[in-house]
């Protein structure tokens, strides 16, 4: 694990940019932190990194968005089993060549592929966030 001090969002969007360039076709990467922590805007910085020019919005009510095939954003949080996701067909993502990014995957954890990789993002103050990666 290795750590990264951002102090602004625009940090947090170049470094995940970076971070994407480290991803495989097929990787699943957790995106743990509470809520307001920046998970949403680490995808973003993900997206420019694989080269996805549409705007990342979180997709809260829809529970995925699919970017080409290229990039799954995924948010759980309205999600209350892996069982539910896995009958809405969101499982299936986890196993096709695209990077897939998840937001609250505790709320699935019993459905997540094994060998997940994980970024963990930390609240530090209003502008700085620890990021812890692998
Ligand atoms: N260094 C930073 N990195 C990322 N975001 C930051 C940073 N400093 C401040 N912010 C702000 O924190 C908020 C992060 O929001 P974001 O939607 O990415 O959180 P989230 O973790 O996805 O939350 P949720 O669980 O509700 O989906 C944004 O308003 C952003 O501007
Ligand atoms: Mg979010």
Redesign the pocket.
């Given at each position: 694990m290795a750590v990264f001090l951002?102090?602004?969002?625009?940090?947090?969007?170049r470094f995940a940019a970076q971070y994407a360039r480290s991803l495989k076709p097929g990787d699943v990467v957790i995106?743990d932190?509470?809520?307001?922590?920046?998970?949403?805007?680490?995808?973003?910085g993900v997206a420019e990194g694989l080269g996805i020019e549409d705007d990342i919005t979180?997709p809260?009510y829809a529970y995925m968005n699919d970017y080409y095939g290229k990039l799954y954003h995924y948010?759980c949080?309205r999600l209350t089993s892996g069982a539910q996701a896995e009958a809405l067909g969101l499982t299936d993502y986890f196993y096709a060549d695209g990077v897939c990014l998840i937001?609250?995957a505790e709320n699935i954890a019993d459905v997540l592929p094994e060998n997940c990789k994980k970024v963990i993002?930390n609240?530090v103050s209003?502008?700085?966030?620890e990021?812890i990666y692998d």
């Open positions: 951002s102090r602004g969002e625009e940090k947090t969007r995106l932190g509470e809520m307001g922590a920046g998970k949403t805007v680490f995808a973003k979180s809260t948010d949080y937001e609250w993002i609240k209003q502008n700085a966030r990021i």
